[in-house]
């Protein structure tokens, strides 16, 4: 099992930057990609960014040029480092983890945190 949690979310002016961080513990072996998802009320969970094990990065086009992932493979954590934020960006982002070759049935979440966006 691989447990994640996420920290670094909160309340800013559009315009501004937030960092957020996940931490990966437990069998972190098994991980291949994680990555960031984000669902705003009433609407379907989404794609922001993805990396891989070897810093390979996948953006959703309404955050290109704005939002950076990155990873630290040695303490298992992913970073979403967004700026430019838009009251649009508000949602719950969920950190999520998947599974290598070896295991790929393995899917994990965090329990997301808040980012609000105020106009």
């Known amino acids: 099992q691989v447990q994640l949690v996420e920290s670094g979310g909160g309340l800013v002016q559009a315009g501004g930057s937030l960092r957020l961080s996940c931490a990966a513990s437990?069998?972190?072996?098994?991980?291949?990609?994680m990555g960031w998802y984000r669902q705003a009320p009433g609407k379907q969970r989404e794609l922001v960014a993805t990396?891989?094990?070897?810093?390979?990065?996948n953006y959703a086009d309404s955050v290109k040029g704005r939002f950076t992932i990155s990873r630290d493979n040695r303490k298992n954590t992913v970073y979403l480092q967004m700026g430019s934020l838009k009251p649009e960006d508000t949602a719950v982002y969920y950190c999520?983890?998947?599974?290598?070759?070896?295991?790929?049935?393995?899917?994990?979440w965090g329990q997301g945190t808040q980012v609000t966006v105020s106009s």
């Open positions: 437990g069998f972190t072996f098994r991980i291949n990609v």
């Open positions: 990396i891989s094990s070897g810093g390979s990065a």
């Open positions: 999520n983890a998947v599974g290598s070759d070896y295991y790929p049935r393995d899917d994990y």
